[in-house]
């Protein structure tokens, strides 16, 4: 699903993150890590949005050094605290997605009422609260057919009812349309709460694979 070759991020002389060469299966991924570990960079860069060394591949084919836009339509990130312009509605938001990422009919107005999103959404996203910016996000990821979806700090700013249908959109889109996901905490995932396939380590500068 998703290979690193030769991945190297750094922020000037500090090296950031290395990851030699790893391969990942299809599947759920709880990232784990401390506060600075790295894991919001990891994210990122896999996301398209930081630049580092070496290159990453979906499907075993696809770079996102040498296919950028396949790339980017196949990958959908969802920022632990997300910025988005103050003067654009929710739905203007949900508008462009849908356009950028292809999204079937009535996929962005499913996900609007299953998280009850009706009364905001219309809003500008400068009077959001930061569950309404969170659960704006969290829907633009879902957004189109990606094969991978990134989710940082999901169990952040939102309640726990809306942590419950965030989980059920997880499972759907990965028993239904096979999609797999990265998610990324200092948190504890609940026992159960997903099917998760494995757990990864943020440490010492480094991407490793724990179970």
């Given at each position: 699903?998703?290979?690193?070759?030769?991945?190297?991020?750094?922020?000037?002389?500090?090296?950031?993150?290395?990851?030699?060469?790893?391969?990942?299966?299809a599947g759920i991924y709880?990232?784990?890590?401390?506060?600075?570990?790295?894991?919001?960079?990891?994210?990122?860069?896999?996301?398209?949005?930081?630049?580092?060394?070496?290159?990453?591949?979906?499907?075993?084919?696809?770079?996102?050094?040498?296919?950028?836009?396949?790339?980017?339509?196949?990958?959908?990130?969802?920022?632990?605290?997300?910025?988005?312009?103050?003067?654009?509605?929710?739905?203007?938001?949900?508008?462009?997605?849908?356009?950028?990422?292809?999204?079937?009919?009535?996929?962005?107005?499913?996900?609007?009422?299953?998280?009850?999103?009706?009364?905001?959404?219309?809003?500008?996203?400068?009077?959001?609260?930061?569950?309404?910016?969170?659960?704006?996000?969290?829907?633009l990821a879902f957004l189109g057919?990606?094969?991978?979806?990134?989710?940082?700090?999901?169990?952040?700013?939102?309640?726990?009812?809306?942590?419950?249908?965030?989980?059920?959109?997880?499972?759907?889109?990965?028993?239904?349309?096979?999609?797999?996901?990265?998610?990324?905490?200092?948190?504890?995932?609940?026992?159960?709460?997903?099917?998760?396939?494995?757990?990864?380590?943020?440490?010492?500068?480094?991407?490793?694979?724990?179970?």
């Amino acid at each position: 699903m998703l290979k690193f070759q030769n991945f190297t991020k750094s922020y000037g002389n500090y090296p950031a993150l290395k990851i030699k060469n790893l391969q990942l299966q299809a599947g759920i991924y709880w990232i784990k890590g401390v506060n600075g570990s790295g894991k919001s960079t990891l994210l990122k860069s896999i996301a398209g949005i930081l630049a580092f060394n070496g290159d990453i591949l979906i499907d075993n084919s696809i770079s996102i050094k040498k296919q950028p836009v396949a790339y980017r339509k196949l990958v959908n990130f969802a920022e632990a605290e997300p910025v988005f312009p103050d003067f654009l509605t929710g739905t203007e938001m949900i508008a462009l997605f849908t356009d950028a990422k292809e999204a079937p009919i009535g996929q962005a107005e499913q996900y609007i009422k299953s998280m009850g999103m009706q009364n905001f959404v219309g809003r500008p996203v400068g009077t959001y609260s930061s569950g309404m910016m969170k659960k704006l996000s969290l829907l633009l990821a879902f957004l189109g057919k990606p094969k991978l979806i990134l989710l940082d700090e999901p169990l952040i700013t939102i309640d726990t009812a809306s942590l419950a249908i965030l989980n059920t959109w997880i499972r759907e889109r990965h028993e239904q349309e096979g999609t797999s996901f990265l998610l990324s905490s200092h948190q504890i995932l609940e026992d159960g709460s997903l099917p998760v396939s494995g757990e990864l380590l943020v440490e010492a500068q480094t991407l490793k694979v724990i179970s």
